[in-house]
């Protein structure tokens, strides 16, 4: 499956190698790890509802030192499995330029999206896939895997996923009418 990055959570972390051995172990042997989580008093909490993660190996295309390089770039990524409790997407190495995306990774926000009901089952297409959501009092972070037309429902409408030339990534969240978009 090829995922293009939209979007990351706010909530990263990093796991090395244990080999003291071996010189290259904090970059062969390590662990990135991206998820959603609440900001507050100057700390970022997992505060999941549904657990999950996205992560890159040392040995691939991602920069851990400039995260934000990777969006708007095309991974290789294995199948989404329910590992370890949770969600987990590994990404590979990124695919050859110009190649179309299977899935989009992208986070939605109360904060930039308003408020999802995640006890409503019509709270997102049927096709769209969540990685992880985190939720502590009014404040949310839901990280999706989406095909383009593919939408959420927040207390402020629907935001469907949709390719633009003009988007900075070729695709985007658009805030759609009330209804469901078709």
């Known amino acids: 499956m090829l995922v293009k990055l939209l979007h990351f959570g706010c909530n990263w972390w990093a796991r090395f190698g244990s080999d003291p051995g071996d010189p290259d172990r904090y970059t062969r042997h390590a ?4 998820s959603t989580g609440i900001r507050r008093g100057g700390k970022t909490r997992r505060c999941w509802i549904v657990p999950g993660l996205v992560r890159f190996n040392g040995v691939g295309d991602f920069n851990p030192h400039f ?7 095309t991974f290789v990524a294995a199948e989404c499995d329910s590992l370890f409790g949770g969600n987990r997407l590994l990404l590979g190495k990124r695919a050859a330029g110009g190649a179309a995306p299977d899935r989009y990774l992208v986070v939605i926000s109360s904060e930039l999206h308003g408020r999802l009901d995640f ?4 709270w997102k297409s049927p096709h769209a896939q969540v990685i992880a959501a985190s939720q502590r009092d009014q404040a949310q972070e839901a990280m999706l895997l989406m095909k383009p037309g593919d939408w959420v ?10 390719l633009s030339p003009e988007s900075r990534f070729g695709a985007a969240l658009d805030l759609c009418e009330e209804r469901s978009p078709a």
């Open 31 to 34: 662990a990135y790890y991206n």
């Open 67 to 73: 995260p934000q390089r990777s969006l708007g770039h």
């Open 119 to 122: 006890l409503f089952s019509g």
């Open 153 to 162: 429902r927040s207390n402020c409408g629907f935001w469907r996923l949709a």
